[in-house]
Structure formats: C-alpha cells, structure tokens
C-alpha cells in the first residue's frame, strides 16, 4: 500500500513538473512573440532608438548581410556609425568607437533563431563561417540593398467637405534612418523636443520652431516625395471608411505611376506602407487594402512592383508618419477652411509653399467624382 502511495506521489511530481516546464515554454513563447511584434513595429515606424531595430534594418535592406555577420557589421557601421566607418579603411583607435561585431552578431542571432525573421539563405545556418569567403566578393564590390520605396500616411477631414490623404514618400531604405535620425537630432534641442508633430495641436508661437522643423525636412528634399489626394464628401454614398481606403489605395497607385514615369525611382520595387494607427482602417479593411493593391501592381507593373506590408502604428514613435500628419492638416486648412483665417492657415501655407506641394485638379479612375491629387 505503501509502494502504491509512493508511485501516485511521484506521478503527480512529474506531471506537475511536465505541466510546469509546458507553462515555462508557453511563456517563453508568448514573450518572444511580444518582441518580435514590437520589433517589426519599431522597424516600420522608423523608430532606430534600439540596436535590435537596426539590426534588422540591415537584415531587411541588405540580404547578404543576413548570411555574412562581416557584411552585417560593415553595413551597419556604413549606416550607423558613418561619422567614423570609412570604406578606405579604419583606422584603429576607431575601432573602439565603432559598435561591437559579437553585439551586432548576437542581435542577429536573436532576429533569425529566435523570432525567425530575416533568414539566412539554406545550409548558411550550418555552416556560416565557411560561407564568410564567399561573401567576400559582395564586400568589395559593394552590396546593393533591396530596393525599397517606404510610405508613411495619415488620413484627416473625415467632417469636412474633403476627405484628405497625406502621404510622405521615402524613395529608398535607408533614407528612412537618414531622415529620422535628423528630425530626431534637431527636436532634442528644440522646444518640440517634448512634443509630438500634430498640425491640430498647433499654437500661436509654433510658427518658428515650424520653420526650423520645415528647414531640417527641406535639407533632405531629395529622398522624399510627399503625395496629397483629396476627395469631396457630397459627391458620394460610400460610408467615410470606404473612401479613406480608395485614398489611400488610388494615392499609392498613382504615386508609384508617378515616380517611375518620372524616373526618380527604377524597377522593380518593394513598397512597405504604414499608417497612423489612431486615425485609420481596421485590420479588415487593410487586408482587403493589400488584396486590391496587390492585384492591380501585379496587372500595370507585371511583377515589377509588390506591396510587403500594410501597417498601423501610434504616429507617437514615428517622426514621418508625425511628418505626414503635417502635411495632410496643411491641405486640409486649404481645403477645408475656416470662417475667418487665422494663424493656422499662415502655418498651412507655409508648410504648402517649402515643401512645394500645390493642389490641381485630376480625375481619378474608380471614385464617384473627381479627386485632387498633387506630386
């Protein structure tokens, strides 16, 4: 009886001891998947303020840096570090100044192995030291990243006589960094440097430290295209939601029409869209979003141009979805006007007049009415 008692007791232990190792993996499970979302979100913020998001921002851009850890690292010191990388050579006392390889190689080993994102190519995981000499080549000849267009889009006047879509284009992946990186440097030292980017929220004294703001986005004019497309509410039975999506799928349909006919970007092209999570559609609404696009890139560009990613975000960690609020609440002023003009129509235009953005009539395929759209 006492045998019997004994093998009850040491069941119950293993199976308590099972039960907790199956919650202890659960677990472990549940918190990788938290990172990862909160990594991919990150990185399609633009958010760069952690070393993990550049990392994968490296990955992402270059795929032989997700075989080679040499390539990963001189393609992030390029990136990254450039006030001290030099292609020519580095000198040694930089070499402390530079971001450690085994850091860098450790966060790339936690993207691949760990949240299974950015793989490397088969039968590198097994063998990747080997695989270091035949990247050699691709290092002195430099590697090419995956070419990348990266929409940030904001939707306002959902109460107005226009429904508007506002839109900052970033022509290439790594102008993403570039570009953040500046208006984040600039804010810290301004009297923004506590404040979010939000036309509405506009006061009488923004005007200066918006022409400071304007000035830092002008300076990097080249990487960026801003879109505008606006429709007339009246002039339709659709519900608000559904208009907002055929902005936005009609916007980033004409705007790739746009820049390729215009040569300021080649084919083919990759094009990753985020969106301002407080003001936009629904997880449903975006993937039919994505399915519509989808098909109509794959019938005008014949495989020339694909849609990766569709994405919310708080506009909070994103200084160019904040930039692509700016412009959209400087048309909707224009478009939407107030009674009497105030100080928010000066801050309208200007923000129209330096980043050279003028509303003209075009009739767009597909909507009840005309639209208004500028490049």
Request: proline residues 2%.
């Amino acid at each position: 009886m006492a045998g019997e008692i004994q093998d009850v007791a040491l069941a119950a232990q293993a199976n308590a001891e099972v039960a907790a190792e199956l919650n202890a993996e659960e677990k472990k499970l549940a918190r990788l998947e938290k990172e990862k979302a909160k990594l991919l979100t990150s990185l399609a913020a633009g958010d760069f303020s952690e070393q993990r998001t550049r990392v994968a921002m490296i990955l992402n851009l270059y795929k032989q840096a997700r075989n080679s850890d040499v390539v990963l690292a001189l393609k992030y010191w390029e990136t990254f570090n450039s006030d001290v990388y030099r292609e020519e050579g580095i000198l040694p006392a930089d070499l402390f100044k530079l971001e450690r390889i085994p850091i860098i190689v450790r966060a790339r080993a936690k993207i691949q192995n760990e949240y299974g994102l950015f793989q490397a190519d088969e039968g590198v995981r097994q063998k990747r030291r080997g695989k270091e000499e035949e990247m050699f080549a691709a290092v002195i000849e430099d590697v090419a990243p995956t070419p990348t267009i990266q929409v940030f889009a904001d939707e306002t006047g959902k109460t107005g006589t226009f429904v508007i879509v506002g839109a900052v284009w970033v022509l290439n992946g790594r102008a993403v960094w570039t570009i953040t990186e500046a208006i984040d440097k600039w804010r810290k030292n301004s009297v923004w440097a506590q404040r979010e980017v939000h036309f509405a929220k506009f006061g009488r004294n923004d005007l200066e430290p918006l022409k400071e703001y304007l000035a830092v986005v002008k300076a990097h004019r080249e990487y960026l295209s801003f879109k505008l497309i606006a429709f007339e509410r009246a002039k339709t039975r659709r519900s608000i939601e559904e208009v907002v999506a055929k902005l936005h799928e009609h916007m980033l349909l004409r705007g790739i029409r746009h820049e390729a006919e215009s040569r300021r970007v080649t084919l083919p092209r990759d094009v990753r869209m985020t969106l301002d999570e407080e003001q936009s559609l629904d997880k449903i609404a975006l993937d039919e979003m994505k399915g519509h696009l989808e098909a109509t890139l794959r019938r005008d560009f014949v495989d020339q141009v694909s849609i990766s990613e569709i994405v919310t975000i708080s506009s909070k960690k994103s200084a160019l979805v904040q930039l692509a609020d700016l412009v959209a609440g400087a048309a909707n002023r224009k478009l939407n006007p107030q009674q009497e003009r105030g100080y928010k129509d000066e801050m309208a235009d200007l923000v129209m007049e330096e980043l050279g953005l003028v509303m003209a009539d075009d009739n767009v395929p597909g909507l009840d009415a005309a639209a208004m759209f500028v490049f």
